[in-house]
């Protein structure tokens, strides 16, 4: 069996973070879209950890949970106005979300 080493945790990544890509750009649901978010930073956090570990240096997970607190708040505050979006307009469409501009 062989060892995983930093290449496979950097494949992993890449693929999260180009499906998170994807979702963000194609997609026009913004729950998916907040979700596609989460992926690219939960990308960026297995790349943080992996070559936190690598390196033997704890500043890349410190990084990643500060990340992590982040993703929660912006996770927090978009469901937020998206629930007070929908309880206006009765829609969750990107395209519909225009009409919050001034």
């Known amino acids: 069996?062989?060892?995983?080493?930093?290449?496979h945790y950097i494949v992993l990544s890449a693929a999260l973070f180009t499906i998170g890509v994807i979702g963000v750009l194609?997609?026009?649901n913004v729950?998916?879209?907040l979700m596609s978010i989460e992926l690219i930073l939960n990308a960026v956090n297995i790349n943080?950890?992996?070559f936190s570990?690598?390196?033997?240096?704890?500043v890349g997970q410190v990084f990643?949970?500060?990340?992590?607190?982040v993703a929660a708040a912006e996770a927090a505050?978009?469901?937020?106005?998206?629930?007070?979006f929908y309880r206006n307009k009765e829609t969750v469409n990107i395209d519909e979300m225009s009409l919050m501009r001034w």
């Open 1 to 7: 069996m062989t060892p995983i080493t930093p290449v």
């Open 26 to 28: 194609v997609r026009r």
């Open 31 to 33: 729950i998916v879209i």
């Open 48 to 50: 943080l950890i992996a």
């Open 53 to 58: 570990r690598q390196l033997g240096d704890p």
């Open 64 to 69: 990643a949970i500060f990340i992590i607190c």
């Open 77 to 84: 505050v978009g469901l937020g106005i998206i629930l007070a």
